[in-house]
């Protein structure tokens, strides 16, 4: 891995010198699939290329503010508000009723606090009210209707997640009766995760689950371990992808711990994939699980078992939109264990 590190650097940082203007977009894409970039503090690593502009208001934020927690807020409520994002917040896919339900959760590294809600309807921030049940109770999650109610007691009203397109699309759905096939359109989420210029480790990630799933279900993304982990003498780690996959391994509770006993953290993200693949009955491509982490010196790492998966990072010197690495079945059984 060494030597994919010098070829990225001057990726990223060509990029930088293009842009002129630090913490602007560079919308770099590397095809070395490599992440290996500088460390660098403050850094936020987030899923997805609709991660890019959420990093840059987190780091916007924080260094205007100084509050990390405000800066996840802030990133992740951007794509929760973004109608035209199918996968997070408002437009979201309704589940197989018709019904948008949102799960996120927020953790805090310093005090290894956490806040968390599944299952909401009509509330168009679960990350802030993720955070409140953080600060404002004894408790670290709430469901459905209980966070609902604890959202209005909080001061949020009620906004209507269901567009008039995904309404349209949700009825083509139900007049078929079929059941959802998994693909790209159908589900992702926002995991982020920043690291402040001390190392101190944050994340939040938000999402409406997998389309037309059955109501109730709630996946990865809101349960603390699986699609969101910090530790702050270690760092952070998120996922993206079917939450069932993710949540029966506590993934990211597991690339921390790896990163914990030394790797890097794309050393981590591979070693995470790899185990689960070796051990679950679904080959890579049907677990279709995808990971972020960093480190709480600003090493970032990125890889899936989905070759579109793409992950943005953004420090003082920019932003750059990246493939991640795809790992194959062929290339875990080739690879021995680690
Ligand atoms: N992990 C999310 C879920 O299962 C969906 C995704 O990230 O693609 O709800």
Redesign the pocket.
Known sequence: MSDSLPLSRRHFLAGSAASGIAGTALATQSTDASPQLPAARPTFISTWRFGAPANELALKTYQEQGSMLDAIEKGIGLVEADVSNA?VGIGGIPNAEGVVQV?ACIMSGPDHDAGSVAGVEDILHPISVARKVMEETRHVMLVGDGAKSFALDQGYSTTPLLTDSQKTKWEKWKEKQSVPEIDEQN???IAMIGVDSEGNVFGGCS?S??GYKVPGRV???PIIGS?LYVDNEVGGAG??????N?MRYCASFMIVEAMRQGLSPQEACEATIERIVRKDSKNAEELAINFIAVNRDGEIGAAGTSKGFQYSVTTAQGTRVDNAKALTDAEIIEGGNR
Do not use: K, N
């Open positions: 996968s799960d589900h992702d989420t999402t689950g997998w996946g990865d993304s699609g996922a993206t992808g079917i939450g069932e993710v």
